[in-house]
């Protein structure tokens, strides 16, 4: 359900991303498309592989060179509860070079893709905040300011923090950004 203005309901809870029943969860791929670790692991670990299966034929197909940063593609989500995965690569966090505007589109093109899907309910894990070692709490104000301000027929956005710290940062960001979220 959104709520009366008609902007997606917001929910930030700590959890397992791969365990969410939802429409679309988002994956922190890299852009290979091809599995990593963290969350990439345990998406294809636990939805089987079909995903990977989808993942090689993109590679063969639209995306030769791999999926380039800040952009999303969907999959299958094999036997997870959701629907589909949705692969977006994040900025590796650089203290030299503001890479801010690539994890915002992170979270807008897969917003995108889930509209073009249909998706009503979609879940986040916080991209680049883990091997790719962005601060959780600068990339918390990213990503909530990025999908608070984008146009989205989606109805509920989760993110799913894995620990007390990241779900901590992305509740601080949202009272620093004024969205109520639960
Ligand atoms: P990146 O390469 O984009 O940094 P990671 O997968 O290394 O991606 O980490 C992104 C975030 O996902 C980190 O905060 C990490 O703690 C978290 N994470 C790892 N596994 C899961 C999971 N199963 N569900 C939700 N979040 C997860």
Same mark, same amino acid.
């Given at each position: 359900?959104?709520? #009366?203005?008609? +902007?997606?309901?917001?929910?930030?809870?700590? @959890?397992?991303?791969?365990?969410?029943?939802?429409? *679309?969860?988002?994956?922190?791929?890299?852009?290979?498309?091809? %599995?990593?670790?963290?969350?990439? %692991?345990?998406?294809?670990? &636990? @939805?089987?592989?079909?995903?990977?299966?989808?993942?090689? +034929?993109? &590679?063969?197909?639209?995306?030769?060179?791999?999926?380039?940063?800040?952009?999303?593609? =969907?999959?299958? +989500?094999?036997?997870?509860?959701?629907? !589909?995965?949705?692969?977006?690569? /994040?900025?590796?966090?650089?203290?030299?070079?503001?890479?801010?505007?690539?994890?915002?589109?992170?979270?807008?093109?897969?917003?995108?893709?889930?509209?073009?899907?249909?998706?009503?309910? $979609? *879940?986040?894990?916080? $991209?680049?905040? /883990?091997?790719?070692? !962005?601060?959780?709490?600068? +990339?918390?104000? $990213? #990503?909530?300011?990025?999908?608070?301000?984008?146009?989205?027929?989606?109805?509920?956005?989760?993110?799913?923090?894995?620990?007390?710290? =990241?779900? =901590? =940062?992305?509740?601080?960001? *949202?009272?620093?950004?004024?969205?109520?979220?639960?």
């Amino acid at each position: 359900m959104t709520d #009366a203005s008609g +902007a997606p309901r917001l929910t930030l809870l700590r @959890g397992d991303i791969t365990e969410q029943q939802v429409d *679309a969860i988002v994956n922190a791929a890299n852009s290979s498309l091809l %599995g990593g670790g963290g969350v990439d %692991g345990a998406i294809h670990r &636990r @939805g089987g592989p079909e995903i990977l299966k989808e993942c090689r +034929a993109l &590679r063969a197909s639209h995306y030769g060179r791999g999926l380039p940063t800040g952009q999303a593609v =969907a999959t299958t +989500a094999g036997r997870l509860p959701a629907r !589909w995965v949705i692969h977006t690569v /994040g900025p590796v966090f650089s203290a030299s070079e503001d890479r801010s505007a690539l994890l915002a589109d992170c979270h807008r093109n897969s917003l995108l893709v889930a509209d073009e899907l249909g998706a009503q309910a $979609i *879940a986040f894990p916080a $991209i680049s905040t /883990g091997v790719y070692r !962005w601060p959780v709490e600068d +990339a918390a104000v $990213i #990503a909530l300011r990025t999908v608070s301000q984008s146009p989205t027929r989606v109805e509920e956005i989760r993110f799913v923090l894995f620990d007390d710290r =990241a779900l =901590a =940062a992305f509740q601080q960001a *949202a009272d620093s950004l004024g969205l109520s979220a639960n």
